[in-house]
Nanobody, 125 residues
């Protein structure tokens, strides 16, 4: 079992930055692929970014590539999402997720088993 708690959401103007953090507790954090997803109002949840066990491999949705950076600290059991050059269309609830223990995970929601409660990010124009 893994428990995930997100923090760092808030209201920011377009062009600004926010840093989301996800704190994990439970089984060995370094054995989980981690990901960030988001759900905008009236839309389905979508993939944002993922990071491998050691942090050596990352992947991003095209809409955020070059603006967002995912990172992890296995000593602190945290995974962060640095969001720069924010746009109003980035407004969403952002969710942290953990994949299956010891397995890779990608862009599909089905490859993630554990989810946080989400944190709201609102970007004003």
């Amino acid at each position: 079992q893994v428990q995930l708690v997100e923090s760092g959401g808030g209201l920011v103007q377009a062009g600004g930055s926010l840093r989301l953090s996800c704190a994990a507790s439970g089984r060995t954090f370094s054995n989980y692929y981690m990901g960030w997803f988001r759900r905008a109002p009236g839309k389905e949840r979508e993939f944002v970014a993922t990071i491998s066990w050691s942090g050596g491999s990352t992947d991003y949705a095209g809409s955020v590539k070059g603006r967002f950076t995912i990172s992890r600290d296995n000593a602190k059991n945290t995974v962060d999402l640095q969001m720069n050059s924010l746009k109003p269309e980035d407004t969403a609830v952002y969710y942290c997720a953990a994949g299956r223990w010891g397995s890779t995970a990608g862009r599909a929601e089905g490859s993630y088993v554990y989810w946080g409660q989400g944190t709201q990010v609102t970007v004003s124009s």
